[in-house]
């Protein structure tokens, strides 16, 4: 700091000048050092300091507007490149996901995507105590609108376990969508657009899973602890077939991976034995 004093200005004046050569040197090229110290050295009205001084602030704004500091340290980098590309992997699938950070929009994607698995919960809850206590108000209004009689669907001894698989698949899916929606939106605030049909088709996709896997264990394709499933529709089966399903419902990912694996042993390919086609060159 220059230890040139002004005799037009007050103390305080002075000092403040004094601070603004300092800044006005640490911003500026050491070449144009010799100058500066020139023009602080000639000011010697209170005018002149504060335009000077002003001059100096806008410099220093000026900087701070333009060149916004980086991070110096190898941590505080580290930290700041994992601030810009942040990415976090989904615990069921094991799929890595860039983060986005929710707008307007996804936000309330995200509080309808919440209300319709809260309202199909309750709907699925609903049917289960339906079939259960043996009312069938469902299956019944919705013979009713066809004209057709349910006492013979209804009484039949395969009904009660279809009807469990079907909605054990669809509670499956539903709990499915909690932990998605809890997982992205409650704790990593990350909910997006294209999540809102994903969420709305999990009991569907829960449902249809369900089946799939009651037809393959009913017909004996399939072999559960090395027994084959009997014809028997006791409460423990239908209970058992429940478990299995909201089991597939929930854990859709691994189902599709088992259902690629049966496939492939049961439709399997031979290997080609015969010389490789000609293929015809131009």
Known sequence: ?????????????????DLALACDLKTA?????????????AIKTPEAAAAYIHEVENKVHSRRKFSPAKPTSTTAALAWNQVQHSTHTDPQTGEKFAIVTEDCKAKWAARVTGAYLVISSAVWLWILFDVWSNNNYLIRDIASLFGASTKEVVGSPSFRLVAYTLIGGAMGGVING?????FWHCEHNAF????????????????????IIFALLRSSVSVLDGVTTSDSSNSAQALAFFGISALAGYGAHSVFRWLDYKVSQIFKIPPRTGPPANKDHQ
Request: glycine share 10%.
């Open 1 to 17: 700091m220059s230890g040139h004093t002004h005799s037009g200005l007050t103390a305080t004046q002075q000092s403040m000048l």
């Open 29 to 41: 090229d050491p070449a144009e050092h010799a100058n500066i110290r020139t023009r602080h050295q």
């Open 178 to 182: 909690f932990r998605s929606f809890i």
């Open 192 to 211: 997006g657009l294209r999540f809102v049909w994903k969420h709305f088709i999990f009991p569907i996709q829960g449902a249809l899973l369900g089946l």
